[in-house]
């Protein structure tokens, strides 16, 4: 299970940095969509995947709220889960 988070952990926020840097100034400075359509809907289902596997995990390594709550956080954060990956879940 912590292997599979940590892959989609890694591929959200990768997919969130495109979006933010990438796709979102190509939208508004370049009027054109197409970046943000291409990849809001696999960021969406990589944001929902790691929410579901991070409450599965809470109970698995029994986080306590404060782990669990800066993990979901970190989520929402530009670079938050390569934060995450080398503090909770790499050993």
Not at 8 to 14: A, K, P, W
Not at 65 to 83: C, D, E, M, N, R
């Amino acid at each position: 299970m912590k292997k599979a988070f940590r892959l989609i952990s890694f591929l959200e926020g990768i997919s969130y940095l495109l979006l933010l840097f990438v796709a979102v100034p190509i939208k508004y400075f370049g009027e054109n969509e197409t970046y943000v359509k291409m990849l809001g809907m696999p960021h969406g289902l990589l944001f929902v995947a790691y929410v579901i596997l991070a409450i599965m995990l809470k109970y698995e390594l029994e986080w306590e709220s404060k782990t669990f709550w800066s993990v979901l956080i970190a989520s929402i954060i530009p670079f938050g889960t390569f934060y995450i990956d080398r503090k909770y879940l790499r050993n």
